[in-house]
């Protein structure tokens, strides 16, 4: 079995080089993941870049993303595959038209074929014979039902089809299931995987990143940038600024021509960070209130 990794030092060189700023706890389990051939569970806050790895990984080692987005109501027939029954009843219309004498059991045979199976995601991954990477995406939100053919899936890597046989995969892809914690998943599927915890990266490695995917920026305004989303992050909110949005709340500034963030900037652009009201409301207060912490030495000035 070939591996797509010679050590953790690599994944990480080679993350950096697609500009996803990895840490050694991160580049450790995709080695690992690569190395035993297990899913990885990434779990964290919405917008930490849990999707972003499983599609930093596909671009390094040069494979497909096979991505199935799951939700509410997510069943076999859109994981897995179903049949189109449309394209079976014209063939059957049209056998019977032609008057052929065929039996059932030789139009069920040839209705119940490759020509006739739309293929899902996971089955898709399975069937692969080119480099994949499959993303199951905020699996939190599917129900149980379905955390169990998941399980059926990524215990063996196969896919049983009545009509069909058994349908086993010819390489192992790199699976990462990720989940923002809105329920808890089960013991049998953690057992299953890798286990990681992407987090709100810390200031440093903050400032890295937006110098990293804002072109242009300067670092004076990417590090006011770190600083000032770490200090915001610390307020009770509904809802923290994920990564996506310091990014965009960056891009903002840059566009608007900012050099030094000041209280009027930092109201006037809250909204690009936080997306409920009360957590608008309250970062304003807190702006007001602490005019003085933009100047040197204060929380959100540049130090």
Not at 216 to 234: F, G, H, N, P, Y
Not at 258 to 270: F, N
Request: with cysteine; glycine share 4%.
């Amino acid at each position: 079995m070939s591996f797509r990794f010679d050590s953790v030092s690599e994944v990480r060189t080679r993350l950096r080089e697609v500009d996803y700023l990895s840490d050694d706890g991160i580049a450790g389990i995709v080695y690992l993941a690569d190395r035993l051939g297990k899913p990885i569970l990434v779990e964290g806050p919405a917008g930490t870049g849990k999707t972003q790895l499983a599609k930093s990984v596909a671009d390094i080692i040069g494979a497909r993303l096979i991505r199935l987005q799951c939700y509410e109501g997510l069943d076999e027939s859109k994981a897995l595959y179903e049949w189109n029954y449309k394209k079976q009843l014209l063939r059957i219309q049209a056998t019977k038209a032609e008057g052929d004498d065929a039996s059932w059991e030789a139009i069920e045979e040839n209705i119940f074929s490759d020509d006739f199976l739309l293929t899902r995601p996971l089955l898709e991954a399975i069937r692969a014979t080119d480099p994949v990477v499959l993303l199951i995406d905020e699996v939190d939100r599917v129900e149980v039902e379905t955390e169990a053919l998941l399980l059926e899936i990524l215990s063996d890597y196969q896919v049983s089809i009545p009509e069909l046989g058994t349908i086993t995969a010819k390489q192992i892809p790199l699976v990462f299931l990720t989940s923002n914690n809105t329920r808890e998943l089960s013991e049998a599927l953690k057992r299953r995987c890798l286990f990681l915890h992407i987090d709100y990266p810390d200031m440093e490695r903050e400032k890295e990143i937006v110098l990293a995917k804002v072109p242009d920026i300067t670092e004076s305004l990417a590090d006011q940038v770190a600083r000032i989303v770490r200090s915001i992050r610390q307020m009770e909110l509904k809802k923290s600024p994920s990564v996506s949005e310091t990014l965009d709340w960056a891009r903002t500034l840059l566009l608007l021509g900012v050099e030094k963030i000041d209280a009027e900037i930092a109201t006037g652009t809250s909204n690009i960070l936080l997306k409920y009201q009360t957590d608008i409301a309250k970062a304003h207060k807190e702006f007001a209130n602490e005019g003085s912490a933009f100047r040197k030495g204060g929380p959100f000035s540049q130090q």
